[in-house]
């Protein structure tokens, strides 16, 4: 089911939510969290499927916001607030609401968010572009906790790394961190088989991609070792290689779904380790509420410290 609001307000949308589900039978009873999408109009559509894919597996309320653009004079002297409800099968197993806001009130979207939100349940805001400086100081950010960016969406990656590692604070994570789960999970089997001192350390990507850093600065704080970082033909981190004394520990991945994992004095081994969909990696972020130190150690390649 599907309510277009124009010129509404808070009031009348959280109305409109009750009278939706009353006509399609559904409770708000299950929802587990309130997940803030804010985005534009471009990358609303990709935002919202992988947010109600992974309502799947954490049904929840999606309230995205999109600040238009002034167009007319209208626009830029007139606040207004227009929204799309959608309950039921247009939702996912969680219900959405997309709100689209115009003149002063694009300043102020916490405003219009905070009625909104389900009581007494964890928020959980993602920027899948254009995210602030400082996720927590923003107004939006402040209401979570937990905050999720996306590196791959800026132009200059390991700048705003840099950035994000000034203005850490905790319940940050990011989805360049997040992709590399599957790789930590194989490097960390490795070498419990392994057992063995690492003495040196490489890290192959394409060139300014993100995750291959914070792999690498990861790997740097728990093996206490330099990693080189080389450059390759991509796509995103190819291969890891851990030296020993023993002869090299390496994850081979050049392209595809399927890695080689070599280890010294055991046959190489083909293991599963595919680029996920926006979607897992959106469902992994939402299991955990609580703050992610390793992410916070990749960031600053130390224990993570609380911001003043």
């Given amino acids: 089911m599907k309510i277009d609001l124009t010129d509404t307000t808070a009031s009348k949308i959280n109305k409109a939510l009750v009278r939706g589900r009353r006509a399609i039978g559904t409770p708000a009873v299950g929802m587990v969290l309130t997940m803030v999408i804010v985005t534009d109009e471009e990358n609303a559509y990709d935002s919202i499927k992988a947010a109600e894919d992974a309502s799947r597996e954490h049904p929840s309320r999606t309230l995205v916001v999109i ?29 959405t609401v997309v709100l689209r806001t115009y003149g002063e009130v694009s300043d102020h979207a916490d405003s219009v968010v905070l009625p909104l939100l389900l009581p007494d349940a964890p928020v959980v805001v993602w920027w899948p572009v254009d995210a602030p400086e400082a996720p927590a100081k923003d107004p939006l950010g402040a209401l979570a906790q937990r905050r999720i960016t996306d ?3 800026v132009e200059r990656p390991l700048e705003v790394l840099n950035t994000r590692a000034r203005c850490y604070a905790p319940g940050d994570t990011d989805l360049a961190w997040t992709r590399l789960t599957l790789w930590r999970s194989m490097l960390a089997a490795a070498l419990d088989q392994a057992r063995v001192p690492i003495t040196s350390a490489i890290v ?7 995750s291959a850093e914070l792999l690498a600065r990861w790997l740097e704080a728990r093996l206490k070792v330099s990693v080189n970082r080389v450059h390759s033909a991509g796509p995103f981190v190819t291969a890891v290689r851990l030296g020993t004394a023993n002869g090299d520990i390496v994850v081979d991945r ?12 055991q046959p190489p081994r083909t293991l599963a380790l595919k680029v996920r969909a926006t979607s897992e990696l959106i469902a992994e972020e939402l299991r955990r509420l609580d703050a992610d130190e390793m992410y916070a150690i990749a960031l600053q390649g130390e224990a993570p410290k609380e911001n003043a």
């Fill in 67 to 95: 600040k238009r653009h002034a167009r007319t004079l209208r626009d830029r002297t007139h606040s207004r607030l227009d929204a799309e409800v959608r309950v039921g099968s247009e939702a996912g197993t969680g219900e």
């Fill in 151 to 153: 590196l791959y969406a």
């Fill in 204 to 210: 192959e990507a394409e060139a300014e991609n993100p």
């Fill in 254 to 265: 050049p392209e595809g779904p399927l890695a080689t994992l070599s280890l010294p004095g």
